[in-house]
C-alpha cells in the first residue's frame, strides 16, 4: 500500500480558523479527518485542555492522521473509524453530549486519489473500487457490472450531471457483454470512446464525471451529508459553530438548504452572507481549492 503524500494540503486553512474561531478549552469534531491537515491547524488552539474527535470511514487516513498528530498532541485527540452520519453513536461512545465546532471536509483527498489500488483515479490503472471505507461489500465494480442500463444512465446524470449519460450507459452495457469491466483505464476507456467523435468538453478529461458519480454511489455520499445535516445542530451547543467544505454544486446544495430551513427556523445564523471560496494564490498553488465553498453556521437557539 502507499504511504500518503505529506504535502497534502488542506483546503481555505486559514478561513476555517478564523470563520471557526475555537477558544482554548473548547470540543472540536472534526467529521473528515483525512490526513489532520485541518486538525493540525486548530489544535493549537484548543489545546491544553481541548478535545479534538476525528472521524474517517477510511482507516488508512486514520492511521496517517494518528501518525501526523500524536506526537505533537499526545492526549486530548480521540481518532474514530467511522462515518459523521453516525454523528450521534460516536458521540454517545465517547461520552459527549454536545460539540463547540464542527467541521466538515467533504469528499476525497489526494492521498486516497494518488492510490491506483484504491480506483479512485483513471491516471493510473487499478482496480475500480471506490469505497472509503473497505470493510464495506459495495465497490465501483460492482455497479458498473451489475446496474441496468436505464440505472447506470440516472446514476452518472444525478450525481454528477453527465451530459451523455444515456450513451454511456448503453456502451458499457455493450462492453461488459464481453467480459466485466472490472479496471479503472478500461472503464476511462468506454467513457473514452463515446466522447470520441464529439468533444471532450474542454479541459475536463471525459472520465471526470463518470467517477465523480460512481464514488457518490458507492460511498453513499449525499445520504451521509443529508444525515448530518438532520441531526447536527442538536449536538452543537448553542453558540458553537459548524463549518462545511463541498467541492461540487450537489453537496453545496444540500449545505445551503439546510442552513436557509435553519435559519427560517430560528436555530441558527449564517456566519458568511456568501460561501467563502479560494482566493487566486490559493486556487493557482492548489488546484482542488478551485471548487471548494465553504459555508459557516453558528447555533442561536438553546
Ligand atoms: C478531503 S478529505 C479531508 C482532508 C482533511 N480535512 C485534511 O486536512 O487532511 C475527506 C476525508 O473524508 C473522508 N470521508 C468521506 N466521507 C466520509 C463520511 N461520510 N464519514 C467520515 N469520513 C468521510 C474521506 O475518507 C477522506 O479522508
Known amino acids: 500500500m502507499n504511504s500518503p503524500p505529506p504535502e497534502h494540503r488542506p483546503v481555505l486553512v486559514e478561513q476555517v480558523v478564523t470563520l471557526l474561531a475555537p477558544q482554548p478549552g473548547e470540543v472540536i469534531l472534526d467529521g473528515t479527518i483525512g490526513l489532520g491537515g485541518h486538525a493540525l491547524a486548530l489544535l493549537p488552539l484548543i489545546m491544553p485542555g481541548g478535545r479534538y474527535i476525528g472521524l474517517d470511514r477510511d482507516e488508512t487516513m486514520l492511521a496517517a492522521a494518528r501518525a501526523r498528530i500524536a506526537s505533537q498532541f499526545p492526549s486530548g485527540v480521540d481518532l474514530v473509524q467511522g462515518n459523521f452520519a453516525e454523528l450521534p453513536r460516536w458521540l454517545a461512545e465517547l461520552g459527549v453530549r454536545q460539540v463547540d465546532r464542527m467541521l466538515l471536509d467533504l469528499g476525497v483527498n489526494s492521498a486516497q486519489l494518488d492510490d491506483p489500488l484504491r480506483g479512485f483515479s483513471f491516471e493510473q490503472d487499478g482496480p475500480l473500487d471506490m469505497r472509503f471505507d473497505r470493510n464495506q461489500a459495495r465497490k465501483a465494480v460492482d455497479l458498473v457490472n451489475g446496474l441496468s442500463e436505464s440505472e447506470l444512465a440516472d446514476l452518472f446524470y444525478f450525481n454528477a450531471q453527465e451530459g451523455l449519460s444515456r450513451k454511456i450507459a448503453r456502451r458499457i452495457c455493450q462492453v461488459r ?126
Open 177 to 302: 457483454h464481453g467480459g466485466r469491466i472490472s479496471s479503472t483505464l478500461a472503464l476511462a476507456r468506454v467513457v473514452e470512446s463515446v466522447y470520441g467523435a464529439l468533444e471532450a468538453g474542454g479541459k475536463t478529461h471525459a472520465a471526470t464525471r463518470v467517477f465523480q458519480a460512481l464514488r457518490i454511489a458507492v460511498n453513499a455520499e449525499l445520504d451521509s451529508l443529508r444525515e448530518f445535516l438532520r441531526v447536527a445542530l442538536d449536538y452543537l451547543r448553542p453558540g458553537g459553530r459548524l463549518a462545511i467544505i463541498s467541492f461540487h454544486s450537489l453537496e453545496d446544495g444540500l449545505v445551503k438548504e439546510a442552513f436557509r430551513a435553519g435559519r427560517a427556523a430560528g436555530r441558527l445564523i449564517e456566519v458568511t452572507r456568501r460561501p467563502v471560496i479560494a482566493d487566486p494564490a490559493e486556487r493557482g498553488a492548489n488546484p482542488r481549492s478551485r471548487s471548494a465553498k465553504m459555508r459557516v453556521a453558528e447555533r442561536t437557539d438553546s
